[in-house]
């Protein structure tokens, strides 16, 4: 299993300039989530899903859209970048509520955001 | 509404001492606790996890923590550290009864180990 991937690794937009982070899961999970890291800050929920066509937003949504259509991919959308934005990204995905798991959410390796 | 504090932003030590970085959480309703590692430029990795039983729980690479209900705490230790050690640690709370996965962070402590 290749676990969790991500991917661009890293990234460099325009205010204004749109892109979608890709995150993608081959464990067959119905959780997926996606968290920014910034310093000091630990890593923040941006929005998660319980499975394909559900979503719900998280801590800090604003300026975040994404979808679920299929159980192993969960992109996540900037629709129009701002500074603030800069941050490293976080996919994770977990295994049903009730099963070997219980809520431990495995991350992929991260997107570098820079938005000049 | 649960919360994780972390009271070190930074623990400096020097290698084969020991080290507990601390995490109090606060939460209305009974959680399962996390500690991930993070080692530069990568991502999170599961240290350990406490989700019922023995209070006393073991991880990877020789840490271990202890889920204290009465304080509100789950500290993490580990007996003798190595360089190998340098990175950063998350506390995590996730609620029973809440949203499938949701977790909250804290702030994250860096350890830095020192020859």
């Known amino acids: 299993n290749a676990g969790v991937t991500q991917t661009p690794k890293f990234q460099v937009l325009k205010t204004g300039q749109s892109m979608t982070l890709q995150c993608a899961q081959d464990?067959?999970?119905?959780?997926m989530s996606w968290y920014r890291q910034d310093p000091g800050m630990g890593l923040r929920l941006i929005h998660y899903?319980?499975?394909?066509?559900?979503?719900d937003q998280g801590e800090v949504p604003n300026g975040y859209n994404v979808s679920r259509s299929t159980t192993e991919d969960f992109p996540l959308r900037l629709l129009s970048a701002a500074p603030s934005q800069t941050s490293v990204y976080f996919c994770?995905?977990?295994?049903?509520?009730?099963?070997?798991?219980?809520?431990?959410?495995?991350f992929g390796p991260g997107t570098r955001l820079t938005v000049l | 509404a649960q919360s994780v504090t972390q009271l070190d932003s930074q623990v400096p030590v020097f290698e084969e001492a020991p080290v507990e970085l601390r995490c109090n959480y606060s939460?209305?309703?009974?959680?399962?606790l996390f500690w991930y590692v993070q080692y530069p430029n990568q991502g999170l990795q599961l240290l350990l996890k406490?989700?019922?039983?023995?209070?006393l729980v073991k991880g990877i690479n020789g840490f271990e923590a202890e889920f204290n209900k009465s304080q509100t705490s789950f500290h993490l230790r580990k007996p003798s550290v190595h360089i190998s050690d340098t990175a950063e640690y998350f506390c995590?709370?996730?609620?029973?009864?809440?949203?499938?996965?949701?977790?909250?962070f804290g702030k994250g402590t860096k350890l830095s180990v020192k020859p």
């Open positions: 994770a995905s977990s295994p049903p509520k009730g099963l070997a798991g219980n809520n431990e959410q495995f």
């Open positions: 464990m067959n999970h119905e959780y």
């Open positions: 899903s319980v499975g394909a066509g559900i979503t």
């Open positions: 939460s209305s309703v009974s959680v399962y």
């Open positions: 406490y989700l019922s039983g023995s209070t």
């Open positions: 995590a709370v996730s609620d029973l009864g809440g949203s499938q996965g949701n977790l909250i």
